[in-house]
């Protein structure tokens, strides 16, 4: 994943965030950290998006990542619009079971 300070970045005005929290099938927790990690975020970083953080609740069932990109609310939202809809996204999530009983995402912004 892509490291970033603990302070905010001059570029950081530039920045569109999203926070993307997930309800989890706790049974598949470790695995869908792992699908993530070594599958997802590779592939989206590949389409210009920073992981900025992913937390995982004690009880493995709440997953919350922070995933940002250069440019404004309707750039981020076209870019993750061509992302949802890639072959390369349906080709890594083919055959997988369901993570995710349940998502909340929404655009945030950094205050601290």
Avoid: N
Wanted: hydrophobic share 40%; aromatic share 12%.
């Amino acid at each position: 994943m892509t490291e970033l300070p603990e302070t905010m970045s001059a570029d950081t005005a530039d920045r569109t965030t999203w926070m993307r929290r997930y309800t989890l099938d706790p049974a598949l927790a470790e695995e869908f950290v792992e699908f993530l990690t070594k599958e997802v975020f590779p592939a989206r970083e590949g389409r210009g998006f920073t992981v900025e953080s992913v937390w995982l609740d004690s009880e493995k069932s709440q997953l919350t990542w922070f995933v940002s990109r250069l440019g404004d609310s309707a750039e981020f939202a076209a870019a993750e619009r061509a992302w949802e809809e890639s072959e390369e996204r349906a080709e890594i999530f083919a055959g997988k079971p369901k993570y995710v009983t349940d998502k909340d995402v929404r655009e945030v912004t950094r205050l601290r």
